[in-house]
Each structure stands twice: as C-alpha cells, then as structure tokens.
C-alpha cells in the first residue's frame, strides 16, 4: 500500500481515519496509556511507510510529526493527550450543563448532594465516571 498512496493521501488517512476512529470511546474512557502510545507508534509506521527490507527510515523523532505546521511539524493527534481533552470537554459540559440528561444520571448516582467539582468517586464506581473524574484537575487548572 506504501507504494500506492502518496504522502499527502498518507496525511490525510491518518487525520481522517486513523486518529478519528477512537474518538467516541476516548471521550467516554480513558484508555491506558499503553493503549494510546501503540496507536501512536503505528501510525508513525504508517507515515514513514516500508522499504525493501521491511524496517522503515524515521527522518524525524516521532514528536516531530505532532508539532504545528508553522514548526515543522504535521500536526499529528498525541493520543494520550486527544483522550485528556475529549474526557475534560465531557466534565466540562456536567459541570455547564446540569439539567441534561447524562447529568441528572450521574449527579443522581454519584454527587447527588454537591456540585461535580466536590465530587468524589463513590462506592463501586463505573469506568465512564472514573474516567471523567479523573480529569478533575486538568479542568480546574484550565478553568479561570
């Protein structure tokens, strides 16, 4: 396939496809890390493609390729971080939208007598609200 696709197609299959295909589950879990750099690491294979002998050439650190494009870079997703963010966006809206109804579900099971920002995770907690609470400080460090 390497042979068949040209670099700006490669672009665009990872940005559309690879990197898009997770993003559901990443804003509803968090994925373990182990999980996010084996995505990462196969799509740089993708990008830098195969030579004769199988292994391919890396003209680049793999940082490289997820720096902006006024840096050098292609904008690549970091994976772990992508995950972070789509969680954080979640707690977010709980936190600006609480009449919704995934909000009056888990206010009701988890902080029924507080706001999201005191919440703790509570008895036997699901992996969904683990995974939004677990964000807690990065939305608060974000937040003015």
Known sequence: MDKLV????????????AQ???TYA???????RDLCSSIQSMINKFWWGNNKRGRPIYWAKAEKLLDRKLDGGLRFRDMACF????????F???LKSPNSLVSHILKAKYFLNCSI????????????????????????????
């Open 26 to 32: 990443m804003s509803v879990f968090k994925l373990p």
């Open 83 to 90: 995950n972070d963010a789509l969680l954080a966006q979640q």
């Open 117 to 144: 920002l005191e919440a703790d995770l509570g008895y036997r907690p699901s992996f969904t609200w683990r995974s939004i609470l677990g964000v807690h400080s990065l939305v608060i460090k974000g937040a003015r």
């Open 6 to 17: 040209s670099w700006a197609g490669r672009q665009v299959f990872i940005k559309v496809v």
């Open 20 to 22: 898009a295909i997770l």
């Open 92 to 94: 977010w809206r709980l």
